[in-house]
């Protein structure tokens, strides 16, 4: 008997997942399938705010088990670090990490799936650990709730983006220089919290200023959703101040930005530059900051059995996990090409990233923003009402319920419902 090629997957979130199950969909049991994790759930971070600003933990609501998920589709799941890649000789170091002390190991590939995601870089951030907060993860979203409730005084808040350091090596022409690497959150939680400040006594939009490093804030939205998310924000009361370059500092007094404004505030809750891991910059595979290069069908060019997708690949840009999930799926045909069970027609088909994104407004009200713009389509919608709110409770659970698997239909319904239904 001839041995399968094998497939290994470095990370398990949004993209790791995904692209476990799109190759075990397309090329069936002609491969196999490890994937490696340092954790044995996936974290579904696009909740992250509706959880707290709604009263619940993320730690108990977020956490999908990864390990039961990846066995109902026969993928091996490795609990470790991985701390290593030497792709000129297809190796991964990694270090089991569910027990401290063990060695480490390599682990050999046919294929590999680069899905590890990025840092979020708040070390890099002077002063965050005193005077900042995020909601980026269970412990910093905790974290804020409860300066909210016990600690906040009502007085002034800046919430917005560090500048995001994107690399240039192997980029299309198409592809934008983004200023931020992912600016619905900081939108999503200006409005959450807004109606948070409301509900407990404690302010409204006006208490808070919006900022952003680039020209626009959420620039791959689009021009036209942004001038009508501007439009709202201000009836609303929110301030706003664009091109502040980058976060200088975090003080005591308030927030420094790098293009010399300052802000007198009592609260900040910042999103950080999207760093890729240490261990990925310099290989041949990277470019110059650490993402990992690739062509539209997830494939590095000098080394094609190297595919990235999700956050870690230097094409996902605005870092969404919803671009990752259009990648994995592209990963899964190009997998099922190579083991001869996908025509090259159908696995190289062209594809255009789309930005789509549903944001909490607190009161039971979201925005959907679904927009091609930013990678030369002409897609630009947005939608705020109760419906899109229904649909993102309703995506996570069909999420969970389902195992990290969305029919084919789960996405497209979610679109047209927001796009052509008004409530
Ligand atoms: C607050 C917030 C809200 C967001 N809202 C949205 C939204 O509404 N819609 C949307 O599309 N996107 C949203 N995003 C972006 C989205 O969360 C990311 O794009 C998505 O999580 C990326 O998925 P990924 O699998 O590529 O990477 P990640 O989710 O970062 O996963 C990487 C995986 O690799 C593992 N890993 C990393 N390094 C190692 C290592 N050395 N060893 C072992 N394992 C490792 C990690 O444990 C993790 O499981 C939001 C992000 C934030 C912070």
Redesign the pocket.
Known sequence: MTKKPKVLI?????????AAQKIRDLAGDRVDITL????AY??Y?????LEIFEGRDPAVTMHMPLVETLARDAVIFAQ????ALDVKNRKVT?RPNERPGAPDYTVGYDYLVI????E?ALRDIEGFAEHGY????AFHANRLIRYLENDYKGGPIAIGSARFKQGKKGRPDWLPDAAAA?E??PV??SLALAHWLGKHGKGSAKNITIFTPGELIAEDAGEKVVAQLLEAASSMGFSYINKTEDIKRLTAEGIEFADGQKLKTELNIV?PNWKP?G?LKDLPISDEVGFIVTDMKMRNPDFPEVFA?????AL?VP???????QEAEIVGRQIAKEVGVMSAEEADKTWMPEV????DMGGGKAFYIHATSWFGGDIQELRMGRLPYAS?LAYKEMFFRNHGRIPNWGLPLDEWTAEHIKL
Do not use: S, Y
């Open positions: 470095l990370g398990g979130n949004f993209a790791g997942l995904g490696i994790d340092r954790k996936l974290d971070i696009p909740n992250i705010p470790a670090e991985i701390l990694v899905a590890l995601g990025a979020l995020t909601v980026c993860d992912c619905g959150p999503e939680v999103f891991h261990f997708c999700g956050d870690a690949a996902t870092k969404l996990g919803a671009i990752g999930h789509v994104c549903v944001g993102k």
